[in-house]
């Protein structure tokens, strides 16, 4: 309450935190605008019983059971960010444009933004065509396709830029605020439910509540350890003296964050194992036979519980260790410290702190990975333990929040550390 009220004391920081207000309250407006001719009843029940498409509702802000305009939500910018991010690890031009500085970060962000375009038409007809397979849209002419593609599209790009604009002129990350508020929007229908549900005389309901409400305080509190935990490497560097006879040594740390990849390996697997549920409902009603049954056998197999939370954990772990691999660079790590005349205390420079660094990291991996799997999961182990379906702990969505949460926070407090020194 102390921050908060500091917050207040100063003008640009309020209005900064007004702005961003003001902008997630417009996200709500928009994801509550629908496309006409669809069954919202139906489509939130589908949406409820599917898990897959479940977190994909998530990542749009709910904009899907709604049947928004901003169907996708910004779903096909997040997925253009990590196209980009990829190709310049992978491509070595989009390597060196990005080492340009904010004129090149600029130009891949332009590109980025471009890519979005396509990739809200397919996807959003992706989306579309798989909810008339169920029944829920009816067949459409092209000319009320076209519209709502253009209005899908157009709802997207009206996202990414609000998104921006809170980046740009608010306080924090402005598409992370925009997931995390969409998730939170749905808590209060939740308890809502649950709490109709629970009666003074049903002690076993309320035993079971009581434990979900342990269980989720815990968990929270163990993704803000993993979160901000890190491990810090010590790191010296040779200096000169000043008459140039001697040399002294200033003891640093490089620091390791135990969660190196983020979110990213759980879109990464959710992505994946969205394919074969989509195709498999594409192919359920095939005239051929034998593709029919195989459609039917697979959409099966991904309904059931066992199966899909040990593919997605197995996924999940190995996507982990891939990401990883790909954003920190041990050889890049020690190149830079030995320009920098830095060096691990008992460790050589050159390939041994290559080796150091990288026997650390994969050590480090293993943590993050089972964790980001068992968060992935957590809905089905928190449903087994507490028997409570009405109030759905998502553990990716709790790890968002709270993720978005702690760096909201951090840049609160950047903020006001900065008005401290400027008064002194």
Do not use: C
Not at 60 to 81: K, N
Not at 235 to 261: E, M, Q
């Amino acid at each position: 309450m102390d921050t908060l009220a500091k917050i207040w004391q100063y003008r640009d920081l309020r209005n900064k935190v007004l702005v961003v207000a003001g902008l997630l309250i417009l996200t709500r407006v928009i994801s509550h605008i629908p496309l006409p001719g669809v069954n919202l009843e139906q489509l939130r029940a589908f949406f409820e019983n599917n898990q897959i498409f479940g977190l994909l509702n998530m990542f749009s802000g709910g904009t899907m059971s709604s049947f928004s305009i901003a169907l996708m939500g910004v779903g096909p910018y997040i997925t253009s960010s990590i196209v980009f991010q990829l190709l310049t690890m992978i491509v070595p031009r989009l390597e060196e444009i990005q080492k340009e500085g904010e004129a090149g970060r600029n130009k891949i962000n332009q590109w980025t933004r471009l890519l979005t375009v396509p990739l809200a038409i397919v996807q959003g007809y992706s989306m579309l065509f798989l909810l008339r397979s169920q029944g829920i849209i009816p067949t459409w002419t092209i000319y009320q396709l076209i519209i709502m593609l253009i209005s899908i599209t157009a709802g997207t790009l009206v996202l990414m830029w609000i998104g921006e604009i809170i980046t740009e002129k608010g306080i924090g990350n402005g598409l992370s605020l925009i997931i995390s508020i969409g998730i939170l929007a749905k808590l209060p229908s939740s308890i809502r439910n649950t709490a109709s549900l629970i009666s003074v005389a049903d002690t076993t309901k309320i035993i079971e509540m009581l434990i979900f409400v342990i269980i989720t305080i815990l968990i929270i509190g163990a993704i803000v350890l993993i979160t901000e935990g890190q491990r810090n490497i010590p790191v010296s560097y040779a200096r000169k003296s000043r008459n140039a006879s001697s040399y002294s040594s200033i003891n640093s740390f490089l620091p390791i964050k135990v969660n190196t990849a983020g979110v990213i390996p759980i879109i990464f697997a959710m992505s994946l194992m969205i394919i074969p549920g989509v195709v498999a409902k594409f192919f359920v009603s095939a005239t051929t036979p034998w593709v029919a049954h195989a459609a039917s056998v697979t959409e099966n197999l991904f309904k059931n519980n066992l199966f899909y939370g040990a593919l997605y954990f197995v996924l999940v772990v190995a996507f982990t260790y891939f990401y990883t691999s790909v954003v920190f660079k041990p050889d890049q790590i020690a190149e830079n410290l030995q320009k920098q005349g830095g060096f691990v205390p008992g460790i050589r420079p050159g390939s041994e702190t290559i080796h150091f660094l990288g026997n650390i990291i994969v050590r480090i991996t293993l943590t993050s990975s089972i964790f980001l799997g068992l968060i992935a999961v957590l809905p089905y182990i928190m449903q087994a333990v507490t028997n409570v379906n009405t109030l759905v702990i998502g553990g990716t969505g709790i790890l968002i929040v709270v993720s978005v949460v702690i760096e909201t926070m951090n840049q609160l407090q950047a903020q006001l550390t900065m008005h401290t020194y400027e008064n002194y």
